[in-house]
């Protein structure tokens, strides 16, 4: 019996540690914006805060071009994500169900693009894009992003693709259907979770996604949120109350769409690793 508790206390113990180190500090940050100035900087600290204040807030997103860059970012983050889910269902679809020379090759490169770092290619796309002609336009990062999501994407969606059985396509092909509306009719609707679980991955992505824009776009006009953060603290110097704020706002989005789409999303994470 000693052994039975012992067996199911360490991992209840061990997740309640993990959970306050990784909450703790966003439980701070969001309380720190919403506190006074005189409660910041103290010394002793105010773990529950009583006086509410929205000032910070305010302050934050009165900045100059602040919805500006909500909106670069956003227009970015939605675009690459949607690209990425359309390129991504076709690839895995043909990776799943067709058989071609070189199939393990394709499937073995984009195993090698996804663990490669982004960051050791900037210097070429950044001559890329500046042979283009396109500095400080958001159409490059919009591509970019969208490559950078590409291998997850394709190889999670693979195994969803993989785990529908061939007889539900092929009973609605032989009641007339061709092999698109087998695919858009059978396979589509049984690929919610996977489509949760990747758009949430490229939309954490892409939201907060910053060597590319510092490297490529100069202009504030077409920079994004991420960019803006790392600057706020040298524009409204230790104002720590606007700089909390400003980081809560950030959050805000990625927070929200994760509540939403939490249990879909694992389901999805975990059925597209271990099938196919």
């Known amino acids: 019996m000693r052994r039975s508790l012992f067996s199911r206390f360490w991992p209840n113990a061990t ?28 010394d002793t600290p105010v773990w529950f805060p009583t006086d509410v204040t929205l000032d910070h807030f305010k302050k934050a997103m009165a900045a100059d071009h602040f919805w500006t860059l909500v909106r670069n970012s956003l227009t970015v983050t939605i675009v ?19 058989r071609f020379k070189g199939r393990r090759g394709v499937l ?13 290619m900037i210097i070429a796309v950044y001559m890329l894009v500046r042979d283009s002609d ?12 969208m490559m950078m999501m590409l291998p997850f994407t394709i190889l999670t969606l693979r195994g969803y693709v993989a785990a529908v059985p061939k007889e539900l396509e092929e009973s609605a092909m032989v009641d007339g259907c061709t092999r698109t509306q087998a695919f858009v009719k059978v396979i589509f609707p049984l690929l919610g979770p996977g489509l949760m679980a990747t758009s949430l991955f490229g939309f954490i992505t892409a939201w907060n996604e910053f060597p590319l ?46 509540i939403y789409l939490q249990r879909k999303a694992v389901s999805g994470l975990t059925s597209g690793a271990v099938k196919g």
Not at 84 to 97: D, E, K, N, T
Not at 220 to 241: N, V, Y
């Open 15 to 42: 997740a309640i540690v993990l959970f306050v180190g990784f909450a703790f500090p966003v439980y701070w940050m969001f309380s720190t914006a919403f506190k006074p100035s005189g409660d910041i900087i103290t």
């Open 134 to 145: 396109m500095l400080n336009s958001l159409v490059p990062l919009t591509v970019f992003y």
């Open 213 to 258: 824009v510092l490297i490529l776009n100069k202009d504030i006009e077409s920079q994004t949120l991420p960019l803006w953060l790392s600057q706020f603290q040298t524009a409204f110097g230790d104002d720590w109350g606007a700089t909390m704020a400003a980081s809560s706002l950030f959050a805000v989005p990625i927070l929200i769409l994760f």
């Open 108 to 120: 073995l490169t984009f195993m090698v693009a996804q663990m490669a770092p982004w960051e050791v």
């Open 80 to 98: 690459s994500v949607v690209l990425s889910l359309v390129i991504a269902l076709l690839a895995s679809f043909a990776m799943a169900r067709m």
